[in-house]
């Protein structure tokens, strides 16, 4: 598969969360913010990851990119497909139980409001997709940002990582709301 140009990102990020605000809206009112499997992240929660780890990318997006450069430097490898990058992830996932960093979790018995939350995720689209009509289409797979569990990422690569790791979560959900 082929590279995402930035009007293919866009688009697949639209759909990635509009699929997750339609299937939350689906949901009983009742258990957004309910713990339907023990130890495991309520709807709310998720969504709030989702916002945050978006709304990180965007920073790093925004950053100006001398300083990105002397930070993380520039890609000195082949840019990976958006298959391959999920492939990484998942073999991370499955080998290390990847957690997210307490930073990008909601604290204990926290609860949202269903409008509110989805506000807030839609909006950190909205602020990504204005981030990202910002670069162009070298500058995208040039420069790079970290990211926690699979090293450092393209701009492209990021987008790809968001889309994925959208999905990842929506499927989540799923199964843990059966």
């Known amino acids: 598969m082929e ?17 997750t ?7 009983p009112i009742e258990n957004l913010n309910k713990e339907i499997t023990p130890e495991k992240w309520p709807i709310s929660h998720h969504l709030y990851h989702l916002v945050k780890s978006t709304r990180a990318v965007n920073q790093g997006m925004k950053m100006p990119k001398l300083a990105m450069r002397a930070m993380f430097g520039k890609c000195n490898r082949p840019e990976r497909t958006q298959e391959a990058l999920a492939q990484k992830y998942k073999a991370v996932l499955a080998q290390d139980g990847v957690k997210a960093p307490a930073k990008f979790s909601a604290e204990p018995n ?10 807030k995720f839609q909006t950190s689209l909205d602020e990504l997709i204005a981030s ?5 289409e070298q500058k995208m ?23 994925n790791h959208t999905y990842h979560h929506l499927d989540i959900m799923k199964v843990l709301n059966k």
């Open 110 to 119: 926290r609860t949202f409001e269903k409008d509110e939350i989805i506000q």
């Open 141 to 163: 797979s040039e420069y790079v940002l970290p990211h926690p569990a699979i090293g450092k990422c393209t701009i492209r690569e990021m987008m790809y990582f968001t889309i």
């Open 132 to 136: 990202l009509d910002k670069w162009d």
């Open 3 to 19: 590279k995402l140009d930035k009007a293919q990102l866009k688009k697949e990020l639209e759909i990635a969360y509009a699929a």
């Open 21 to 27: 605000i339609n299937w939350v809206n689906e949901q």
